[in-house]
Structures are given as structure tokens and as C-alpha cells.
């Protein structure tokens, strides 16, 4: 069965203070990992998708990699606005699409 | 982009009364539409998947009488959670796939069910 952990399941941060989210799956033929930011009694808002191991994306102050069983999402000098629950998904042949617990990220200014 | 407008974004409903979502696709066509269900401080859990013109799959555990899904035309999808009780409060979501398999989905924006 397809599994999605990420970990921590909470991070506190001060602003400008690096650090990384995981996410670690187990999927029989991915066909893509993406990463969404959730914002409280929101859907979640897409960031990246990657398809293969080595892969990297960047967006502003966030950055994906993608490796054969977890993926990362650096944060680099965060600030206030970055604060959000970050979720990983894998996405395999049938279509569905299986959400991982989420990382709760807080940025103090 | 691809946007799927959900309304509405919340409801209270008293116990035993019926309440309908709706999930639209407003600049695409989804022949594909999911219904998530997610509690306080959880991930999203699938509760089934909604295919234009035929009957929704429904994930283990799902009461597919409970929970009707139609999906009549190529951008709407409803939810309607039939008898609520106290403890379907929850936030639902729904989402569209944008193309095949590793393409993702979009999102609605959710709606918060309060059943009093």
C-alpha cells in the first residue's frame, strides 16, 4: 500500500532561519510527488511537482528535491508568511492521489 | 490557471438534515473529481472519486448512502451528506485532475460542515 510520512510534524523557526521539511513515501510506480501549502480552513495551494529521483525545483524562498524514497522541501530564510502546513502527495497509475500527515510550520518575525 | 470554486465554504446544519456541496471547474473540464474529508490537524483523507456521467468509487470505509456524490456534467460535482450527525463535522475538499496521471490536481477552497 502507497505510504506518505513526513516529518517534523511541527517546526518553529525564526525568521531567516533555514531548515528543511521530509517527506518519505513508499509507492509501487510513481508517477509524480507534489508539494502544497495549506493555510488554515483552506485547500491546499500547489508549489511543485517532481517526477524523478534527482530532480530539483525552486520557487522564491522554497526549494524541492526528489530522491528514490523521500523527498525535501529547504526552506531558505523563511519569513512570517511562510507560515503554513506544508503537504506531500505521491501520485501513482490509478490516478488517486495520497496526502501525507503535513508539517505545521511557524515563522516568528 | 485551472480554478475549482467550492461553495459553500461553511454551513451549519442541525442533526438529521442533509447538507449539498458543490465543486465547479470554472475554466476547465473535469472528467475527473476527488472529495476529501480532512479533521483538525490531519492530512486529507480520500473519501471517493467522482467521474463525469458514471457512479463515484468510494474508498473503504466511505457510506456511499451517506455521502451521494453526482457528477452530471464535465464541471460539477456535488456532495451531499445525507442525515448528518454531529460527528460529519468536518472540512471537505474537493479537487480536479488537470490532465493524465502525474499531471496533480487543483483544489476548491473547502467547506467546514458544523452539524449541531
Known amino acids: 500500500e502507497d505510504q506518505v510520512t513526513q516529518s517534523p510534524e511541527a517546526l518553529r523557526l525564526q525568521e531567516g532561519e533555514s531548515s528543511s521539511l521530509n517527506c518519505s513515501y513508499t509507492?509501487?510506480?510513481?508517477?509524480?510527488l507534489f508539494w502544497y501549502r495549506q493555510d488554515p480552513g483552506k485547500g491546499p495551494e500547489f508549489l511543485f511537482t517532481?517526477?524523478?529521483a534527482g530532480e530539483e525545483k525552486e520557487k522564491e524562498r522554497l526549494k524541492a528535491t526528489l530522491t528514490k524514497k523521500e523527498s525535501f522541501l529547504h526552506i531558505t530564510a523563511p519569513k512570517p508568511e511562510d507560515s503554513a502546513t506544508y503537504l506531500c502527495?505521491?501520485?501513482?497509475?490509478?490516478?488517486?492521489?495520497?496526502f501525507g500527515a503535513g508539517t505545521r510550520l511557524t515563522v516568528k518575525p | 490557471g485551472a480554478v475549482v470554486s467550492q461553495h459553500p465554504s461553511r454551513v451549519i446544519c442541525k442533526s438529521g438534515t442533509s447538507v449539498k456541496i458543490e465543486c465547479r471547474s470554472l475554466?476547465?473540464?473535469?472528467?475527473?473529481m476527488f472529495w476529501y474529508r480532512q479533521f483538525p490537524k490531519q492530512s486529507l483523507m480520500l473519501m471517493a472519486t467522482?467521474?463525469?456521467?458514471?457512479?463515484?468509487?468510494?474508498e473503504q470505509g466511505v457510506e456511499k448512502d451517506k455521502f451521494l456524490i453526482n457528477h452530471a456534467s464535465l464541471t460539477l460535482s456535488t456532495l451531499t451528506v445525507t442525515s448528518a450527525h454531529p460527528e460529519d463535522s468536518s472540512f471537505y475538499i474537493c479537487?480536479?485532475?488537470?490532465?493524465?496521471?502525474?499531471?496533480?490536481?487543483?483544489f476548491g477552497s473547502g467547506t467546514r460542515l458544523t452539524v449541531v
Open positions: 479537487s480536479a485532475t488537470l490532465g493524465p496521471v502525474g499531471y496533480g490536481y487543483t
Open positions: 509507492v509501487s510506480g510513481l508517477r509524480g
Open positions: 517532481l517526477y524523478s
Open positions: 502527495a505521491v501520485q501513482a497509475g490509478n490516478n488517486d492521489m495520497r
Open positions: 475554466d476547465f473540464q473535469a472528467t475527473t
Open positions: 467522482s467521474n463525469e456521467g458514471s457512479k463515484a468509487t468510494y
